[in-house]
């Protein structure tokens, strides 16, 4: 008779356990072991235990293959979350069988052992068709459909009751994400505000009043320094959305700025045309938002722009604004604004810009790009590579997240490729400050996943071989992009850095810099401007969010851009999904490269009066999980 040591862990969040009957089979080479039922005197399966049992074989098992998990009802359904299993044989080596899925109802699991395999390094029948089961009862569960067109393909599921347990939020992110914004609403007394719709702020200073408790040193510097021109183009390279600033050699044909227009706002001795040829002149354009229909908040019109806005790095004083045009079609009633106009012509120009930017940043930068095609690629990853595959492992970070987003997505028109994710920056002419954020995270992210990709495949023909990976590739992509190792090295770089990196850029300041409204307003309720004499104050705060928007504003910001209590930050894995040494140790080593990074920034925003923070690696959260 063979004893076989078994461990099984629980999860450690709320209501893993389980009081369910669970029941063991050990699957080898040369045949299986009895069916167990797993039971100590008093509690099993307890959140957070690690229980250990005995289990007998008449025969010597061989190389173990499999862990045959069942779960059977007693009395009432108790779902259960199994973190890992080990199996020490008589006198052999522990092996770890990874989990960290929940077990629902009567169920059965078969769980492989670690380490990382494609399929051709599976030479059993027996676990080439686990993998093929595996994938078939994910494809039944996680299906695709078309939210509406033009938008990545999602997954088919209404509500979150709809998703699979191991797609939802634990309970206590669940109940974190519910009470949050009660929080913002009440205990910051917004409540009493937020009824006030359609109620506008008497001036500028009113919006003091739902700023006195929520704050951020940001969001303080914001309120002292929105109105001058070098923080509206500081934000335009350190806000949540750098993304939208490109280099100008040549004016648009419908931004007709002339050289005297801004002559004035040039350094002494230059002027337009030159600047231009020096490459020192930037263009913001909103053109996306040209002929998006407006909403209608309880019977009031809301208004939006698509304006284009000049940039001018001045020597002295730092990137300026210039010029803004509230549209994109010149005319009489299309002006353009002026640093030079009166005041509050050229405040409100600027203001328009901002809504436009909250716009963009939103639902374009935010959602879109990160949120929205991660989704992409966690469904297309559930559906097509098996637990065991490396690459599954590799952007595996949780349960119920994928560290992965897409870069191949339809966005104004055209069909990215892996690469252009990188070459955009240097496409749009922002190298010299994109270098820092490419060298220091584009780096380490692909020095990681090309060791994970070398480490699994040793040459290009393994990539083209993977039958697994390139039905992984079509159905995100619908076209083979990964045919080189260099190239899946290339993807999933961009994956992670997306996901991870760019998602922490857009996400995490949102509040810092829209808290102070009038700063990004989330809405205006006047149309833009057609004569700059006639801006008064009146007409400004009848433009901004009135009372009610306001508030919710500032509670959603902070809501979703606050820290998670549960963050997981980057490089670092509650679940361990890789148990062989090499893969550890690429792990380890991207861990110290961010920890190098961490050190490298902070000591760089020591002498910052107005920190940028956002990307240390401590604060950039291994996945998205809001």
């Known amino acids: 008779m063979e004893v076989y040591t078994v461990t099984v862990a629980t999860g450690e969040s709320e209501y893993s356990?389980?009081?369910n009957y669970i029941f063991v089979t050990l699957v080898g080479e040369k045949g299986e072991s009895e069916r167990t039922l797993l039971d100590n005197p008093g509690m099993d399966f307890c959140r957070g235990a690690v229980d250990e049992y005995k289990v007998t074989s008449p025969r010597p098992l061989g190389s173990l293959l499999l862990v045959r998990l069942e779960k059977q009802r007693y009395w009432v359904e108790d779902n259960w979350f199994c973190r890992y299993v080990t199996v020490e044989p008589p006198g052999g080596d522990k092996v770890v069988f990874p989990c960290y899925r929940w077990l629902t109802g009567d169920i059965k699991v078969d769980l492989r052992a670690g380490t990382a395999k494609t399929q051709r390094d599976d030479a059993l029948a027996q676990l080439l068709a686990h993998r093929r089961t595996e994938l078939q009862d994910r494809q039944k569960i996680y299906r695709w459909v078309t939210w509406a067109p033009g938008i990545p393909r999602c997954i088919d599921a209404k509500t979150e009751a709809d998703l699979p347990q191991d797609a939802r939020f634990e309970n206590e992110k669940r109940s974190d994400f519910e009470h949050s914004l009660h929080y913002a609403l009440l205990e910051l007394s917004l409540k009493k505000f937020a009824i006030l719709f359609g109620?506008?702020?008497?001036?500028?200073?009113?919006?003091?009043?739902?700023?006195?408790?929520?704050?951020?040193?940001?969001?303080?510097?914001?309120?002292?320094h929105w109105k001058e021109d070098w923080f509206f183009g500081y934000q335009c390279l350190n806000g949540s959305n750098p993304r939208m600033i490109q280099r100008c050699k040549k004016l648009p044909e419908n931004f007709p700025v002339t050289s005297d227009m801004v002559q004035s706002s040039m350094a002494p001795g230059t002027n337009l045309d030159q600047e231009l040829k020096e490459g020192t002149v930037f263009l913001l354009d909103y053109a996306i938002l040209d002929g998006v229909p407006t909403n209608t908040i309880k019977g009031k019109p809301q208004y939006i722009a698509a304006p284009l806005c000049l940039l001018y790095q001045h020597p002295d004083d730092g990137l300026m604004p210039i010029a803004i045009q509230l549209g994109q079609t010149p005319g009489l009633d299309t002006p353009i604004f002026l640093p030079k106009d009166p005041p509050l012509a050229w405040l409100l120009a600027k203001i328009w810009v901002r809504h436009a930017e909250f716009q963009v940043f939103q639902v374009l930068s935010h959602l879109l790009r990160t949120h929205l095609v991660v989704e992409v690629f966690c469904v297309a990853t559930l559906r097509q590579l098996p637990a065991v595959h490396p690459i599954y492992k590799t952007v595996c970070s949780s349960g119920d997240e994928v560290e992965i987003s897409h870069n191949v997505v339809r966005v104004n028109g055209r069909k990215g490729e892996p690469s252009e994710a990188l070459?955009?920056?240097?496409?749009?002419g922002f190298v010299c400050c994109a270098a820092f954020t490419v060298t220091y995270y584009g780096a380490p992210s692909f020095s990681f996943v090309s060791g994970m990709v070398s480490l699994y495949y040793q040459s290009?023909?393994?990539?083209?071989?993977?039958?697994?990976?390139?039905?992984?590739i079509r159905e995100i992509a619908q076209e083979g992009l990964a045919d080189t190792r260099e190239e899946l090295s290339t993807l999933l770089a961009v994956v992670v850095f997306t996901s991870t990196v760019q998602h922490a850029?857009?996400?995490?300041?949102?509040?810092?810099w829209c808290a102070w409204v009038p700063n990004t307003p989330c809405t205006m309720r006047q149309p833009p401007p057609t004569d700059k004499n006639a801006a008064t104050m009146e007409m400004v705060m009848a433009s901004l969010p009135d009372v009610s928007q306001s508030c919710l504003q500032m509670a959603i910001t902070w809501h979703l851009g606050r820290a998670q209590p549960d963050a997981i930050p980057l490089g670092h894995y509650t679940e361990e999904h890789f148990t062989e040494a090499p893969a550890v140790a690429l792990i380890n080593g991207f861990r110290a490269e961010l920890e190098k990074i961490e050190a490298h920034i902070l000591s760089q925003n020591e002498r910052l009066e107005l920190q940028y923070l956002f990307l240390l690696p401590s604060r950039i959260e291994n996945s998205i999980t809001i």
């Open 199 to 224: 109620k506008s702020w008497s001036d500028l200073d009113d919006f003091k009043r739902i700023f006195w408790k929520l704050k951020s040193p940001i969001a303080e510097y914001c309120m002292e």
């Open 460 to 472: 290009d023909h393994d990539v083209q071989g993977d039958v697994e990976l390139q039905a992984w």
């Open 423 to 428: 070459d955009w920056i240097c496409i749009r």
């Open 17 to 19: 356990g389980t009081n």
């Open 505 to 512: 850029a857009t996400n995490n300041g949102q509040f810092d």
